[in-house]
C-alpha cells in the first residue's frame, strides 16, 4: 500500500488515564480482534501489567481503517505511563509521526502528562490532545479544557471529549489521527534503512526486533546488517503485528513490523540500532545510520543475588533476556564475600526494580536475595581521589573517608491546590530546598523542590500519592552531586552482618531508619524456635534493637498429674536446646522478606 495511506501515531499519558481501554476500543472498532476474542487490557499481555492494571512494556500493533472510501492503515504504539517507564515512551516516540495525548477528565493534568508532553514536542510530533471519562460522575471537563488549551495553545473546540470505557466520540479520534497525523516521510535514500526501537528472543527464530521502516524496502530471506553492532544475519521472517506476528514478503518505507534475524546472541540486537541491507566493499560507508534515541541513564541501583549459587549461569542468562526488551537495565557481575556471586543491575526506579525481580521469579523461577536499593555517591578519601559506590557493600571504612555527595533531582510535584499544605509537610521531610509554586489554573499547582535522590527512591510517590487521595502526581531530572553527611547502616539478623540490608543513610537520619528497617524485618521474616535479636548498627554501635520471640512449645502437654520436678526438669532440658540454637542458629532470609522491605 502507498505510504501516503499510514498512520504511524502512539498514546501518551500519565498513569491510568485510559491508555489501554482506548487502545482496546480502537482494536475494536477497526474490526483488529475479534469481539468473542476481545478482553480489557488486550495489549497488556503481561500477567504483572494486568495485576497491576499498569502498562510496563510498549507495544506496536498494525490497523485497517476505512475512511472517506480510502483504506488507511494505522499503526498504533502503545506506552505505559508510570515515571519509572518514561525512557519506553522516548522509545515509541522515535517511530511515530503523532501522539495522542490523553487526560483524565477527573483527575487533569498530571506531572508525567507535562513529562511526556515534553519528549512529544522534542520529536516535532503532532499532537492531538483528548480529554478521556468523561462519563464519569466526577470528571470536571470544563477544567481540563482550560488546563489543555492553555498548555498547547489550542481552542478548547479543538481537543476532543471522549470516554473510552463506553465509546463515545472514539470514531472521532480515528478521523482526526487520518487527517492531522501526517504521512510517512521518506528521505531521497533509496537504500533500506530501519529503527529498533524493540526486541524480543525466540529460541527458533532468535532475536526478533520490531523496527519503523523509515527508507526502502527489504524482501524475505535478504542479508542484513546491524550498524552499531557491526552484526551480519539473514531475514528469517519479516511481517507485521496485528497482533500476533502476521508473515509477509516484504516491509517498505512508512511500515512498522518486525524482523526475525536469527542472531541467538541477546546482546547484539540493541533499540536505536539501524538494520541495512549487508553492504559489500564498493558500497561501505554509504548509508548513514539513523539517529537514536539516548540511552536511558540507571538512577538506582541494587544487587541481586540467586539464593542457590548453583543458579548463577541461569540468573546470568535471564538478564540477557530481559535486557533485550528493557536497554534501561543494565547489570555487571560481582562477588561479595557474605553474598557470593551475582550482579550488579542498573534501574530507573523502584517500580523498574520490583519489575524486573518478579519477572525473574516468575518466567525463570529464579529465588533472589536483593540488596537494599541505592543511589550513586561519590566518596573522597584524605587524598581527594574520588571513588563512585553504587552499593553499601562498596562502602570503605569511615575513617578513609574525607567527604561525601550525593546526586540531587529537581522534583515537579502537579497536585489540586487544596492538597498543597500536605504534601508540603511530606516534601520537608526529604531536607531538599523549596524552589517554588507554580499555578496551572487556581485549582492545580505544580511544586518545585530540589532533593536528595535518595529520599525519592524511598517509596516517595506512595507517599504522595496517599496523602492526595491519589490526585498528586511527581516526574523529576538529575540536576547534579551536592555534598552530603552519610554513612553506612548495618543490619545484623542473629548476630550475623545481613550485607543485602545494609544502606547508605544521612547521618543525622540513622536512628529513625535503623528503627524502621529492625521494625520491618520483625513483620516479615517467620519466627524460629529460638528468639531471633534484630540489630541496626553504625561502625560497630548498635543504634536500634527488636526481637523476634521464639516460638513456644508446650512440652509439658502430655504430663498428666505427677511430680512437679518432672515438669521443671522438661522446661530446663527445652531451655538448654532454645540456649544452644540460639549460639549455633542461623535465620534464612525468605526471598519473600527482601522484596517486602525492599517495598518499605
Known amino acids: 500500500m502507498n505510504s501516503e495511506n499510514i498512520r504511524n501515531f502512539?498514546?501518551?499519558?500519565?498513569?491510568?488515564?485510559?491508555?489501554?481501554?482506548?487502545?482496546?476500543?480502537?482494536?475494536?472498532?477497526?474490526?483488529?480482534?475479534?469481539?468473542?476474542?476481545?478482553?480489557?487490557?488486550?495489549?497488556?499481555?503481561?500477567?504483572?501489567?494486568?495485576?497491576?492494571?499498569?502498562?510496563?512494556?510498549?507495544?506496536?500493533?498494525?490497523?485497517?481503517?476505512?475512511?472517506?472510501?480510502?483504506?488507511?492503515?494505522?499503526?498504533?504504539?502503545?506506552?505505559?505511563g508510570h515515571v519509572d517507564f518514561s525512557y519506553e515512551v522516548s522509545r515509541s516516540m522515535e517511530a511515530v509521526e503523532g501522539a495522542l495525548l490523553l487526560v483524565d477528565a477527573t483527575q487533569g493534568v498530571q506531572a508525567q502528562t507535562l513529562a511526556n508532553l515534553e519528549l512529544a514536542k522534542k520529536q516535532n510530533l503532532v499532537i492531538i490532545p483528548v480529554i478521556n471519562k468523561i462519563d464519569s460522575p466526577i470528571a470536571k471537563v470544563d477544567e481540563c479544557l482550560e488546563e489543555l488549551s492553555g498548555l498547547l495553545n489550542v481552542m478548547p473546540d479543538d481537543i476532543l471529549k471522549i470516554s473510552a470505557k463506553d465509546g463515545t466520540n472514539v470514531e472521532q479520534v480515528l478521523e482526526d489521527i487520518i487527517k492531522k497525523i501526517p504521512a510517512p516521510q521518506q528521505s531521497q535514500e533509496n537504500n533500506f534503512r530501519?529503527?529498533?526501537?524493540?526486541?524480543?528472543?525466540?529460541?527458533?527464530?532468535?532475536?526478533?526486533?520490531?523496527?519503523?521502516?523509515?527508507?526502502?524496502?527489504?524482501?524475505?530471506?535478504?542479508?542484513?546488517?546491524?550498524?552499531?553492532?557491526?552484526?551480519?544475519?539473514?531475514?528469517?521472517?519479516?511481517?507485521?503485528?496485528?497482533?500476533?506476528?502476521?508473515?509477509?514478503?516484504?516491509?517498505?518505507?512508512?511500515?512498522?513490523?518486525?524482523?526475525?534475524?536469527?542472531?541467538?546472541?541477546?546482546?547484539?540486537?540493541?533499540?536505536?540500532?539501524?538494520?541495512?541491507?549487508?553492504?559489500?566493499?564498493?558500497?561501505?560507508?554509504?548509508?548513514?545510520?539513523?539517529?537514536?534515541?539516548?540511552?536511558?541513564?540507571?538512577?538506582?541501583f541494587a544487587s541481586l543475588y540467586p539464593e542457590n549459587p548453583e543458579d548463577f549461569d541461569l540468573l546470568k542468562v535471564a538478564l540477557s533476556k530481559l535486557k533485550l526488551s528493557d536497554p534501561a537495565l543494565v547489570f555487571e557481575p560481582e562477588m561479595k564475600e557474605a553474598l557470593g556471586r551475582g550482579f550488579n543491575c542498573g534501574f530507573l526506579g523502584t517500580l523498574h526494580i520490583e519489575i524486573i525481580s518478579e519477572r525473574l521469579q516468575r518466567e525463570f523461577g529464579l529465588n533472589?536475595?536483593?540488596?537494599?536499593?541505592?543511589?550513586?555517591?561519590?566518596?573522597?578519601?584524605?587524598?581527594?581521589?574520588?571513588?563512585?559506590?553504587?552499593?553499601?557493600?562498596?562502602?570503605?571504612?569511615?575513617?578513609?573517608?574525607?567527604?561525601?555527595?550525593?546526586?540531587?533531582?529537581?522534583?515537579?510535584?502537579?497536585?489540586?491546590?487544596?492538597?498543597?499544605?500536605?504534601?508540603?509537610?511530606?516534601?520537608?521531610?526529604?531536607?531538599?530546598?523549596?524552589?517554588?509554586?507554580?499555578?496551572?489554573?487556581?485549582?492545580?499547582?505544580?511544586?518545585?523542590?530540589?532533593?536528595?535522590?535518595?529520599g525519592i527512591i524511598a517509596n516517595?510517590?506512595?507517599?504522595?500519592?496517599?496523602?492526595?487521595?491519589?490526585?498528586?502526581?511527581?516526574?523529576?531530572?538529575?540536576?547534579?552531586?551536592?555534598?552530603?553527611?552519610?554513612?553506612?547502616?548495618?543490619?545484623?539478623?542473629?548476630?550475623a552482618r545481613e550485607e543485602a540490608f545494609s544502606r547508605i543513610v544521612a547521618e543525622d537520619e540513622a536512628y529513625g531508619e535503623g528503627k524502621k528497617m529492625v521494625e520491618k524485618l520483625k513483620e516479615v521474616l517467620p519466627p524460629q524456635m529460638f528468639s531471633v535479636a534484630l540489630q541496626a548498627a553504625i561502625g560497630g554501635k548498635i543504634i536500634a534493637r527488636e526481637t523476634i520471640k521464639a516460638y513456644m512449645k508446650d512440652v509439658t502437654g502430655y504430663l498428666y498429674g505427677g511430680d512437679a520436678t518432672r515438669r521443671h526438669k522438661l522446661l530446663d532440658k527445652q531451655k538448654k536446646g532454645k540456649k544452644l540454637m540460639k549460639e549455633k542458629g542461623r535465620v534464612a532470609v525468605p526471598t519473600k522478606a527482601f522484596l517486602e522491605v525492599f517495598r518499605a
Not at 507495544?59 to 476505512?66: E, G, H, L, V
Not at 504522595?464 to 531530572?477: C, R
Request: charged share 25%; glycine share 8%.
Open 10 to 80: 502512539s498514546i501518551i499519558a500519565h498513569i491510568d488515564h485510559g491508555k489501554s481501554t482506548l487502545a482496546d476500543r480502537l482494536l475494536e472498532m477497526t474490526g483488529t480482534i475479534d469481539k468473542k476474542k476481545m478482553m480489557p487490557q488486550f495489549l497488556d499481555s503481561m500477567d504483572l501489567e494486568r495485576e497491576k492494571g499498569i502498562t510496563i512494556k510498549l507495544k506496536a500493533i498494525r490497523m485497517n481503517y476505512n475512511f472517506g472510501g480510502k483504506e488507511y492503515i494505522l499503526n498504533l504504539v502503545d506506552t505505559p
Open 194 to 300: 530501519a529503527l529498533i526501537f524493540d526486541s524480543e528472543y525466540d529460541s527458533f527464530k532468535g532475536v526478533i526486533a520490531y523496527v519503523r521502516v523509515m527508507d526502502g524496502e527489504i524482501l524475505q530471506g535478504e542479508k542484513i546488517e546491524l550498524m552499531a553492532a557491526k552484526a551480519a544475519a539473514e531475514v528469517k521472517e519479516l511481517g507485521y503485528l496485528n497482533p500476533t506476528f502476521s508473515a509477509k514478503q516484504k516491509l517498505s518505507a512508512g511500515d512498522i513490523g518486525y524482523i526475525a534475524t536469527g542472531i541467538k546472541e541477546p546482546g547484539k540486537v540493541r533499540s536505536g540500532d539501524t538494520i541495512i541491507k549487508l553492504q559489500n566493499a564498493a558500497t561501505k560507508g554509504s548509508v548513514l545510520p539513523l539517529p537514536g534515541y539516548q540511552e536511558p541513564k540507571p538512577m538506582v
Open 368 to 454: 533472589l536475595v536483593i540488596s537494599t536499593p541505592s543511589v550513586v555517591y561519590k566518596v573522597y578519601d584524605a587524598n581527594d581521589n574520588e571513588t563512585l559506590i553504587y552499593s553499601a557493600s562498596d562502602w570503605p571504612d569511615q575513617s578513609k573517608i574525607k567527604r561525601t555527595e550525593e546526586p540531587w533531582v529537581s522534583l515537579e510535584v502537579v497536585a489540586p491546590s487544596v492538597q498543597m499544605g500536605k504534601l508540603m509537610e511530606i516534601l520537608k521531610d526529604l531536607r531538599g530546598n523549596y524552589i517554588e509554586t507554580n499555578f496551572l489554573t487556581p485549582e492545580r499547582c505544580i511544586i518545585v523542590f530540589e532533593t536528595p535522590l535518595r
Open 460 to 495: 516517595l510517590y506512595d507517599k504522595i500519592k496517599t496523602a492526595s487521595q491519589g490526585y498528586a502526581s511527581m516526574s523529576y531530572n538529575l540536576i547534579g552531586y551536592r555534598p552530603g553527611k552519610l554513612v553506612k547502616m548495618e543490619i545484623l539478623i542473629a548476630g
